[in-house]
Each structure stands twice: as structure tokens, then as C-alpha cells.
């Protein structure tokens, strides 16, 4: 099973960003806003120095190629049980090399070159690769863009997934058919004997990222990564997926950390939003904080350009 | 229908050889000069082989598709070639780079048609640079490689390409689906700035699975499900009222900021609509 695909980031030149006016006007506070991070219970980005120590915590985490370039400039990343954490930013933004770097698979010739990466407390920073595969799918997994990629096309896809719970989650070979079959009937998927029967080219986008995110709960992680997981999908089968990973964090109490160019994506699920670009953290906080009063102005430049281009634009105001 | 730049009428469309699959039923869809229509469709709705057809890259099963009154289903050998030679459809494709020679200045890709159609040179630098213009792309940039502009930059250059061509028609298949939305913004923005500069005579299919890319760029909107057209009308009623269920799943699913979407409850309820 390949493990990732090769192409972190695609070294293309990023436009100027376009000069924006302000955002337009907006509602007075105190409006209702119905977006997730307005629940009162949701650990706000100020609190979090309170309550109990992070899954997964990055500080101050630096990130350079071979040639001393810096890519990532020193992040701050946090997330507890039952948390979920939106990472909004471009290609290039660094989103993708925090994804690597806290499963311990940064490209050749990228390395953590300053900061630390915490998982339950344990300074990974400098692990070795027997010590990541104690912590890579059993205490935070992840699942991506293209989910094609990561498996066999000439196998069937519950030969996989069986193969997965039998190394990685040590369960044993004669139960494995059964757990497979009970992780995508968890998943929602309908008809569970025959995807399990089928191959990749038989399945659509959506049922292979299902079958992905069953491989990536195996283990039953604590943290589970979506990078840009739902964005090749189409709209209707993303938001089947982007309810999926709403109910995992709900059932199983896990730490969601969802990764999306699309704010709206991110705000539709999160709690939290950090906005990532050319390798910082511009701003970060309550979704609804950061979607009603956007601190920096390329948070409020994607804020208008939904506004100017979305739907937004014929579904009343935004925000 | 002489009003129509584009008319598609009854149009059926088989791909494959025994079996053929119906890819397309009865599809009918109009553009009037000027107009900008989105077409708007899943993976395996047709819209892809609907583009094709109106190039005539694929043929009818039956219907006709009429461009600027002339049934182009019926062209065959020279007549074909000659119509495809004026270059009144121009095609722009998703990735940029099949239409930019990563080997030559990007001005001489933009350039190509009018060459081998032996324009002569000062033409072809007049009309370059005004294709050039009504992209706003700054003309050193054109001097660059490929590889040397952003993906917003090399798309809006593919369009320049198009243009150059004085097409009637621009098909535009997923133009900004591979672009970071910094770039998807300013393509969008640079095909706003061309509808309202060419309110008169060209006229766009911007085919796309992503309504949201669609919204500020079309004038009408034309939603493909399994091949049928389920809906057709000026964009904000399609977006604000959906009449057909597809359409309604749709627009439910997207992620709007600031607004709750429909519970899944809603979306399910949609879908089984849709079946029966």
C-alpha cells in the first residue's frame, strides 16, 4: 500500500493575491449565527491553556528543505479529545507539511528544523522510524485528497482493510473479516458484502474515501487528519463524508483536524479555525469569532470573496 | 431561433460500441450572443461529452445543435474541416498546459491558431496582444515559459489563446477546478470583465461540477443529472428557489459561510426525490 502520494506541495508561484476592498457591511453583533463554534462548551482558542493537556500539540514548529529554505516559520498547533480544528490556507500555505510532520513523513530532504510536536504528551520531534510506527495510525491517523492512491488496484478492497486490522490493529485473522465488515457498517455504507468484495475501479469516490477513513479508525485512533479529503469529491457526496466525520467526533470522542482551501468547508464542521498562509498562523479562534470579526485581512479577503463569488452571493447575507 | 449563437435541440448522444450507452437524453439548451450560461453537473452526468458534442468531437445520436444558425450535426469530411479551420467554437481546457507549449513563450502558444491559418505577422501580433488585454495579462508575462506563470495565469493565458481566434463561442470545461482560490478568483474575475466587454457577440459555456464557481460568472444556469437537463433558468432563481430535487440536493450540499445547511434528514429526503 502506497502511503502518500509525492507531490507535498506543487512548487507553483502563487498570484498576488488580488487587492480587495473591505468586506461588505455586516450584521450587527449579537445576530444569530448559526455556526458550530457558537456551542457555549466549545474550548475557545484563549482558553485553551485551562483544560486538560492536548492529543496533538505543535509549538513553535519549524519546517525547512534541504537547502535551509524555511517553509513552515514556526506554528502553533493544538488539539484535545473531542475537539475539531479546521485548517484553512493554499497550496504552499505549510498546511500540508503540518499534516507530515505530525505523522512523521515529511518528504526527503524536509525536516522539523525548529519547535516541538507533541502526541499525548511525548516530544516527537526527533523519533526515530520504529517509534513513529507505534504512534502513526494508532494514536492519530489520517486520510487524504485521493484515496485511489493509497490502495492495491488488484486487490479487493476488504483483502486491505482486513490486512490493515490484522498488522496494525493486531486483530486476529480469523475475526478480521467480521471487524471489516462492522467498520464500514459503522461508516454508513450500505451493502457492505459486496464493496468489501469489490476493487478500486469499481467503487466511486465517495465509497473509497469510506473505505479509507475505515482503514484509518482501524486502529482507533485519537486524532484523525482529513486533509482536502472531501475536495475531488462532488458536492453531494461531500457533504455525506463531511456528516460522517461530524458523527465520528461525536461517537468515538476523536480529536478532528480538518484541512481545507475552503472556509466554508472548515466552518461547517469546526469549532476552531486556524487560517494558515506562507507557513504561519495568520489567525486562529472560535469559528464564529474568526467568521464574524476576521482579525487579518486575507481572512477577511476570503470572507468577501465568498460573498463576491459563492452562492453566498443569491443565499442572503453573509454573516 | 435565429436570435440563438448556440441552440441545441433534442439532442441524444451514445458513447461506446456494443454496447452503446445513451450518455445524453434529449438535452436542448439555447445561448444567446453575449450570454454566459453554467452548466453544472456530477461526474457522469454528460457535461463533459455535451462540450464535445457542440465541437463536434463526438457525434449525434439525434437532435441537432445549430451555431449561429447552422446545424453543425449534419458537417461531414471537408465541410467539417472547414468549419473546425474557422475556429468559431474554441475549446479551453481544465489544465492549462495542453493548449501551452511547455517548450515556447507562452505568446507564441497564445499565437498558434492565427500561424497556422498564415495570419499575417502584424496581425497576428495586433490581435495577440489584444487577447492578451482582454485577459489582463501584463504582456511580459506572455514573454515568460509556462512553467514561469501561476495556474490562474496560465489559464487566463489558455483563454487568450482561444480568443485570438475571434470564436463566437467559448467552451470552458472545469477553468478554474485545479486553481487555489486566490487564482480561481481572478480567472473568475477576468471572465466577468470579457462577458461585459463582449456583451454583443460572444457567447460562453462555463461547464462545471462546483455551482459555486458558477454563481458570479453565468447568467443562466443549466443543471445536468444522468444525462437529462433538469433544470434551466437565470442564475439566482436556480440558486435561491431550486425547483427540480437534484438541483435542490445540490444547492443544499454546498457549504454556504454563515448559514446552517439543511440536516442530512433534508439531503436524504432530496435524494429519494430524485430516484422515484
Known sequence: MRLLPDNVRDGVPTEAPPQTPGIPARVPEGTPLHTPGLSAQAPSFDETPLLAPPLLAVEGLRISAADGTELVHGIDVAVRRGDSLGIVGESGSGKTLLCRAVLGILPAGIHVTGGRILIEGRDMTAATEPEWRAVRGHRVAAVFQDPASYLNPALRVGKQLEEVLRRTAGVHRRDTRGQAHDLLTQLGLRDVDRVLRQRVGELSGGMLQRVLIAMALATDPDVLIADEATTALDVTVQAEILDLLRDLRTQRRLALVLVSHDLAVVSAVCDRVQVFRDGRVIEGGATARVLRAPGHPYTRQLLSAHAEYGLERYLGSIL | ?276
Open chain 2, 1 to 276: 431561433m435565429s436570435a440563438s449563437l448556440l441552440a441545441v435541440q433534442g439532442l441524444d448522444v451514445d458513447l461506446g460500441t456494443a454496447p452503446k450507452t445513451r450518455v445524453l437524453h434529449d438535452v436542448s439548451l439555447t445561448i444567446r450572443p453575449g450570454e454566459v450560461v453554467g452548466l453544472v453537473g456530477e461526474s457522469g452526468s454528460g457535461k463533459t461529452t455535451l462540450a464535445r458534442s457542440v465541437l463536434r468531437a463526438v457525434d449525434a445520436a439525434a437532435g441537432s445543435i445549430h451555431i449561429d444558425g447552422r446545424d453543425v450535426t449534419t458537417l461531414r469530411g471537408r465541410a467539417l474541416r472547414e468549419w473546425r479551420r474557422a475556429g468559431s467554437v474554441q475549446y479551453v481546457f481544465q489544465d492549462p498546459l495542453r493548449s501551452l507549449d511547455p517548450g515556447v513563450r507562452v505568446a507564441d502558444s497564445v499565437a498558434e491558431g492565427l500561424r497556422i491559418a498564415r495570419i499575417p505577422r502584424a496581425e497576428q501580433e495586433r490581435r495577440v496582444n489584444a487577447a492578451l488585454a482582454e485577459v489582463g495579462l501584463e504582456h511580459d508575462l506572455a514573454e515568460r515559459l509556462p512553467s514561469r506563470l501561476s495556474g490562474g495565469q496560465r489559464q487566463r493565458a489558455a483563454i487568450a489563446r482561444a480568443l485570438v481566434m475571434h470564436p463566437r463561442l467559448l467552451v470552458l470545461d472545469e477553468p478554474v477546478s485545479a486553481l487555489d482560490a486566490a487564482s480561481r478568483d481572478r480567472v473568475i474575475r477576468s471572465l466577468i470583465v470579457l462577458r461585459e466587454a463582449r456583451q454583443t457577440d460572444l457567447g460562453m459555456l462555463v461547464i462545471s461540477h462546483d455551482i459555486g464557481s458558477l454563481a458570479a460568472l453565468s447568467d443562466r444556469l443549466v443543471v445536468l443529472y444522468r444525462g437529462r437537463v433538469v433544470e434551466d433558468g437565470p442564475t439566482r432563481r436556480v440558486v435561491a428557489a431550486p425547483q427540480h430535487p437534484y438541483t435542490r440536493l445540490l444547492i443544499a450540499s454546498v457549504p454556504v459561510i454563515g448559514i446552517e445547511g439543511p440536516d442530512r434528514e433534508k439531503r436524504a429526503a432530496l435524494r429519494a426525490a430524485i430516484v422515484t
